[in-house]
């Protein structure tokens, strides 16, 4: 029997714990009737009335079953708000609809439609760049960069625009969603258990973590072969930006950092990337939640030259780790390879200097990039 018209249209909207609002986030499916053997299917995502995306027509099954499929994510919104959840549910139809095609059946807001309504919203409320620059505690310039598309969108920043422009977290969320469908599918359930870490244990032997990587930084890494596009470059970079917010969202959890000495000074960009990063690094450094240790240059072969990994302590006390190699990476929950793998973290703790002494040893390097 043919899915009907109300099988076929679900909702979706983002609450956040608390009275306060709801914000509007819909998925509309429309079934077509040309053809009795199959519909025909377009979905839009709708956010706060204003049309995100819209897919090519689908031809599907309309026996189709028409059991929902749901998408949540939950994120941290600004330091000290509570936690949202957005929920997207649509019938099992589009999901089939996809699978045949080999594409998604809805995309996520892109950085111009966030552009787009961050200026859009300004202006409903009368505002001038200015004016709302003072407002939430940014310069026009950064206001004006941000709308224009020439400057990265900080989730410190839309937090500030969501709570004074009383939009219910509208912008934070569109934010999650394009930082989540930036990251590769293999990344995503170790980004979830990263935001939810008490405590982080990071070691990489040649780039700087992600979570320590300035703007300038992580642009000149992602643009490296030119195997992605200037859009998508600008996309993750807004996203890897994004996912350093947790550093400093209450509660806060621990980083600890281990890097060679030849990172610092392998060049990566120009000499003021350079430059800037290791001084981020000495900034972050004092935070009395992050820990910044180097390795010296001098240090005969260890373990930890083998590769990169990540170890994590949950709020819910279970241990986890990351591996990455040159394709992906992949989440470690075996207890023996943990174990093994904490060992590995003992030996090259053991080969990095102490915090003072890797700030003074960064402090150096950063005249070399002057």
């Known amino acids: 029997m043919p899915a009907s018209g109300a099988d076929q249209r679900q909702s979706a909207s983002c609450h ?11 998925l509309a499916c429309a079934p077509g ?41 939950r994120y941290r919104n600004t330091p000290g708000a509570s936690r949202h959840t957005v929920a997207i549910s649509l019938p099992s139809v589009a999901t089939t609809a996809s699978r045949r095609k080999g594409s998604r059946v809805s995309r996520i807001p892109t950085l111009t439609f966030l552009h787009e309504q961050l200026r ?21 310039s950064y206001v004006s960069a941000v709308e224009t598309g020439q400057s990265p969108v900080k989730p410190d920043y839309v ?7 009383d939009t219910g977290g509208l912008f934070v969320g569109m934010l999650e969603l394009i930082r989540f469908h930036a990251a590769p599918d293999w990344f995503r359930p170790w980004d979830e258990n990263e935001r939810d870490a008490a405590a982080l244990r990071w070691y990489d032997p040649t780039v700087i973590p992600g979570l ?15 195997e992605l596009t200037a ?17 400093t969202a209450e509660p806060r959890p621990h980083l600890v950092a281990v890097l060679e000495e030849q990172t610092l000074r392998r060049q990566l960009g120009d000499r003021e990337i350079m430059r800037e990063q290791l001084q981020h690094l000495l900034a972050v450094g004092t935070a009395p939640n992050v820990q910044v240790r180097v390795v010296p240059a001098d240090t005969p072969w260890h373990v930890g030259l083998n590769g990169p ?30 174990a093994a793998l904490e060992r590995r973290w003992e030996t090259v703790t053991g080969e990095a200097l102490p915090c003072r002494q890797s700030a003074r040893l960064i402090e150096e390097v950063v005249q070399t990039w002057t």
């Open 16 to 26: 956040r714990a608390g009275p306060s609002s709801r914000v509007p986030v819909r």
């Open 33 to 73: 009737s040309r053809d009795p053997e199959a519909g025909t299917l377009r979905v839009r995502v709708l956010i706060a009335g204003y049309s995100v995306a819209s897919t090519p027509s689908r031809r599907v099954p309309t026996h189709a079953p028409s059991c929902r499929h749901s998408f949540a994510r």
């Open 120 to 140: 859009r919203a300004r202006q409903a409320r009368g505002l001038s760049q200015e004016e709302l620059g003072k407002l939430v505690n940014y310069s026009s």
């Open 159 to 165: 937090g500030r625009i969501d709570s004074t422009l």
């Open 212 to 226: 320590l990587q300035t703007e300038g930084y992580a642009r000149a890494m992602l643009g490296v072969g030119g």
């Open 231 to 247: 859009e998508e470059v600008e996309t993750r970079v807004v996203a890897r930006l994004a996912r350093q917010s947790p550093l």
């Open 309 to 338: 990994f990540i170890l994590a302590r949950l709020n819910n006390g279970a241990e986890l780790a990351h591996l990455d190699n040159q394709l992906r990476g992949q989440t470690v929950d075996s207890p023996n390879d943990v």
